[in-house]
């Protein structure tokens, strides 16, 4: 299983690229941050990685000082590997 996930190092800007991405009719979801990536606020935007560019372009238009980086989370049985994007 892969999916994407958007770091931020704020809680209210993780709440509104959450609250963006759902106005364009993305699915998302606020998860815990993985444990291996230790440079956010505890929490993550997780969506389909079919939907990269779409968060990129938000990305983008938006001024979010925060923001840590997108990771692609692989699930290898109950082990996860974060790769930067």
């Known amino acids: 299983m892969e999916y994407m ?11 509104n690229f ?3 991405l759902r106005s364009y009719g ?5 998860i815990n941050t ?3 990536i ?4 505890g929490i993550s935007v997780k ?4 939907y990269r560019e779409r968060a990129r372009e938000v990305i983008s238009r938006r001024r979010f000082d925060t923001f840590a ?8 049985g109950v ?7």
């Open 26 to 30: 993305v699915n998302v979801t606020i």
């Open 5 to 15: 996930i958007a770091v931020f190092r704020a809680r209210t800007e993780t709440i």
């Open 38 to 41: 230790n440079v956010s606020c």
């Open 69 to 76: 980086g997108f990771y692609l989370i692989k699930s290898i």
């Open 18 to 20: 959450a609250n963006l």
């Open 34 to 36: 993985p444990r291996q």
């Open 79 to 85: 082990r996860q590997i974060a790769t930067k994007l």
């Open 47 to 50: 969506f389909n990685i079919a």
